[in-house]
């Protein structure tokens, strides 16, 4: 389809419980972007892609998190042992040549 | 890294007003995009312009590469323009990270 497909919407978790969230790219889109916005004016980049292999990850925080985008499945962004500090809306973008890059609706994610 | 700034940081108008937005960069950009976000969190891709000018409906947008800087005109401002702009840019070097500005908020009164 055209768009980037975040699930779900909201995800709630108590502070330490794993959270795992998903992507599916726009198909033929070979880069996937993800960003954390905490404030509301503050995009923070994670991690992006080119197909199933890392193509940046400066911005990962290496101790909880990871990411993974495997053939033929929606990518996922996974947090172990969540932290108040998590607590933000997670944006996946996907994009494949100049012209742009198209972001998903995003997952609010709440740490209590 | 790239540098963005965004003014001014918050907007008010009344409905029917026009506004530009400034978005300045400290590097060369191989891409700039315009987004709003919606008072429910949408990121709404306005427009993709790493130079020229691009028009769509009261909406417009202007990036001079040389000099560093993309301006949004918002013309007759509506109620439903309200929200956050971000502008957010990528080096020039490949598929690089976008490194967003810190918004400018808008509000339009009716």
Known sequence: GEEVAQTPKHLVRGEGQKAKLYCAPIKGHSYVFWYQQVLKNEFKFLISFQNENVFDETGMPKERFSAKCLPNSPCSLEIQATKLEDSAVYFCASSQSQGGYTFGSGTRLTVV | ?110
């Open chain 2, 1 to 110: 890294g790239i540098q963005v700034e965004q003014s001014p940081p918050d907007l008010i108008l009344q409905e029917g007003a026009n506004s530009t937005l400034r978005c300045n960069f400290s590097d060369s950009v191989n891409n700039l995009q315009w987004f709003h976000q919606n008072p429910w969190g949408q990121l709404i891709n306005l427009f993709y312009i790493p130079s020229g000018t691009k028009q769509n409906g009261r909406l417009s947008a202007t990036t001079v590469a040389t000099e560093r800087y993309s301006l949004l005109y918002i013309s007759s401002s509506q109620t439903t323009d309200s929200g956050v702009y971000f502008c957010a840019v990528a080096e020039n070097t490949g598929f690089q990270k976008l490194v967003f500005g810190t918004g400018t908020r808008l509000l339009v009164s009716p």
